[in-house]
Each structure stands twice: as C-alpha cells, then as structure tokens.
C-alpha cells in the first residue's frame, strides 16, 4: 500500500516537473518572438524615418531648382529695359509693349538644356545654371551641411550626399507662345532629385529608381506682356 502511494507520488511529481519545464519553453518561444516582433518593428520604422527624411530633402532640393530658374528670369526682367515693338495680341501689331531679354538678360541665360545647379563660394554670382550631360552630383559642406554642386566633373557617382539633381529646360511654342522674336516661347522646367538608400543604387543616369526620387515640373512664360 506504501510503496504504491509512494510510486504514485513520484509519478506525479515526475510529471508536474515534465510540464514545468514545458511551460519554461513556450514561455520562452513566446519572449523570443515578442522581442523579434519589436526588433523588426524598431528597424522598420529607422527605415521608414530615413526615406522619409530623404524624401524631404529631395522635394527641397527639387524646389530649389525651380526656384533658381525662375529668379534667373525675374532678374531678367528686372534688368532688361522695356520694348515698345512687341507683339500686340489685341490688335495683331507690333506696338506692343514686353521685355524682350527675359530669358537671357543680366541674370543668366534660360535656353533648351539640360543643367546642374552650380554654386560658387565667393562669388558675386553665386548661383548659375550649367549645361551638362553628367555632372548632376552635389557635394555636402562639412560645416553647415548644405548641398551644392560646386564644379563640372561632379557626377551622381562622384559627390559625397549621396543626392543628384538635374535640371531640364523644354520649350512649346504654340500659340499665343509662338512669336520667338520678342515675346518668346513657353518654357517647362523639370527639376529632378534622386538619391542612394535602401534598395536604391545611385546611377549617373536621368531614370533612377522612382523609390528614391523626386520630380517637379513648372511653366514659365513672358506673362509681363499679357
């Protein structure tokens, strides 16, 4: 009778440190996947922060090549004089009044192309549009972090942000923007950005990834004639 109570206690013990040492490794299994679970969360969410922080400073770059174009026709406008022998669209004469230099007076010229965005430090011009092919890389300063293209030679390969823009200037020259002699043509400004991150390669081309770009587009026209 002993020896029978005895044996049954030995087994249930036996058996409640069976099921311990289960619970011990489900306990385990279940802590394992909750801190993959938050690891693989943390790491998609520093991603997503680094597109995310990318994709501002492209649409920044973006904007500031558009921008640049216009104010190289603005101060056009500003430092040409005005012509009294522009096109007339009331009349169909040519006693109109415009600033016939808007896209290549005192400010830079503003013609069919493709361009970077070049600083120069120091200079009394520091921004100007450079026609280029390949040279769309920009550089960081070390000190204030500011992204520039500085010289020719820098491609999207060579500058050390990792970012590239380009600039391309088309014209349309369909009415009312056809009368090249004074008022001139309608122009679109592209202002692309792209950049290397994840899953993302930086290629020296105009078609980079979609995932890591930016693209802008505008119009510019002679509108101080209408």
């Known amino acids: 009778m002993h020896q029978k109570f005895f044996t049954k206690q030995t087994n249930q013990k036996a058996k409640q440190q069976g099921q311990t040492l289960i619970e011990t490794i489900v306990a385990c299994f279940i802590l394992v996947m909750g801190i993959t679970a938050a690891l693989g969360l943390a790491n998609y969410s520093l991603g997503a922060t680094n597109g995310i922080k990318q994709q501002i400073v492209a649409m ?5 090549g558009i921008e640049a174009v216009k104010n190289v026709r603005d101060t056009n406008w500003l430092k040409d004089t005005l012509s009294t022998d ?29 361009y970077s965005l070049r600083f120069g430090e120091g200079t009394t011009s520091s921004w100007s549009l450079s026609s280029t092919g390949t040279d769309y890389g920009l550089n960081t300063t070390s ?27 088309t014209s349309d020259n369909f009415a009312p923007f056809d009368h090249s002699a004074d008022i001139g043509p309608r122009l679109t400004i592209t202002s692309s950005v792209w950049w290397k991150g994840k899953n993302c390669t930086m290629t020296p081309d105009v078609n980079p990834d979609k995932n890591c770009s930016v693209t802008l587009k505008t119009y510019l026209t002679n509108w101080r004639v209408f």
């Open 60 to 64: 920044g770059l973006a904007r500031e």
């Open 86 to 114: 522009c096109y007339n669209f009331s009349t169909g004469n040519s006693d109109g009044l415009c600033y016939k230099q808007w896209m290549n007076g005192g400010g830079g010229n503003i013609t069919v192309g493709t």
């Open 143 to 169: 000190g204030s972090g500011v992204l520039y293209n500085g010289a020719s030679g820098v491609t999207a390969l060579t500058g050390n942000s990792g970012f590239a823009r380009k600039i391309t200037i």
